[in-house]
């Protein structure tokens, strides 16, 4: 409603009653403006009804929502489902032109405005995070893999001599198919044992380099977070190295947004050297669905070129649920998010210690490591080849996600590269170990329960290991499970193990 139908309600109702309700609708407003004119993310989080209400107004602003509108394309934001008009807040033409991701549809000026205020509010919070020098960003609608893949196939018309892609080891399937996707050869770099920790072999990449020639490599394709015990990259010499030599360098920041520590690394590799661009998932560093990333960099133009090189228009879903969720939180909501993700890594570490040790166990020593956790599994590799899958199996029954247990020898082959000890990040890995992380929104009660049925599954296996009798385990647990549960069947445990990797 504007001042004339404010105007027109006097007639109706008390004069005073209305203006106090245009009041208290231009508070609603007054926010909204804020928003437009800084394009920064609100210190303090919107309530529903100020979020509904801008993006009603965003909204009735595409074509496909005007009253009378006469569509004859072949696109015109026609929708035969009410319910998924709804689900999308009737943003239905979604972002980009069929040349520019970035670009502004003439008929959909409210998804495009929705579009470069996310794509803003989204560079806000990355320098909030600690990347304060970053020049350009945009939300993709694809996940991390396929947004580096389309990193790649950017820097592909820029270095067309090029066929290899320097990558120092993640056992990690997408970031690797994203080099192959693009069509280019992997140059593995394998991790050097330094205490418990992996970490890059930069002699290794230099001397790479040097044999390969500049010339035809694409890039050095480095990674910040990861699964302990491999640590993230030595971003700020590898950033030397491609400044030395001239060679583009393009980082995996998967889920290191919600880590300062990662996003430090970031901030000094490009001060150092050279970095292009860094890419980011949405869901593991926003807590939203699934099928959004963040491409950014320091080079404005490049990120242009990178967003233009996206063919055709793109779903507006991951810009939506992250501008939703951004200004639901605001600033100080996504900086409280970030400390009592850090409050919890200590806790859950401390906690992990103290059960490690119970076990003649222990948690590895692994400091360069802010997300992610690993804890020996010795005792039961020593035993028996299985023990170590079957614990996996066991926490994945009852219903304990994202632990990950690592057996040695694992043999994996992705993409035709056959890589030994897959998970571990290197050939031979000291002992098996199982993972545990400490990601954006995990709460005390998630480590404790965690703890608990940790805790009931060694001493399951480990009783399976000495042959003793079950019939004294305590099966009143959370989760009721069945017996199969302690002794997993081989559909059992290929469940988890497709789960785990």
Known sequence: MNRESFAAGERLVSP????????????????????????????????????????????IMDSNNFLGNCGVGEREGRVASSLVARRHYRFIHGIGRSGD?????????????LNKITNSLVLDIIKLAGVHTVANCFVV?????????????TLRHKRPKAKYIIWPRIDQKSCF?????????????????????LRTDLKAVEAKVQELGPDYILCIHSTTSCFAPRVPDRLEELAVICANYGIPHIVNNAYGVQSSKCMHLIQQG???GRIDAFVQSLDKNFMVPVGGAIIAGFNDSFIQEISKMYPGRASASPSLDVLITLLSLGSNGYKKLLKERKEMFSYLSNQIKKLSEAYNERLLHTPHNPISLAVTLKTLDEHHDEAVTQLGSMLFTRQVSGARVVPLGSVQTVSGYTFR??????NNYPCAYLNAASAIGMKMQDVDLFIKRLDKCLKAVRKEQSKESDDNYDKTEDVDIEEMALKPDNVLLDTYQDASS
């Open 16 to 59: 005073a009653y209305v203006r106090q309700g245009c009041e208290a609708r231009r508070s609603h407003e007054h926010l909204i403006r804020l928003l437009l004119e800084k394009g920064k993310c609100p210190e303090n989080g919107w309530d529903e009804s100020t979020l509904e209400l801008f993006l009603h107004e965003l909204a």
């Open 101 to 113: 991701i970035s670009a502004v549809q003439p008929k959909a000026a409210g998804s495009s405005l």
């Open 141 to 153: 609608p694809m996940a991390t893999g396929m947004s580096l893949t389309l990193c790649f196939l």
């Open 177 to 197: 198919k994203s080099m192959i996707t693009a069509g280019f050869e992997p140059v593995v770099i394998e991790n050097v044992l330094e205490g418990d920790e």
């Open 270 to 272: 490009a001060r150092v």
């Open 421 to 426: 000890g897959f998970m571990s990040h290197t």
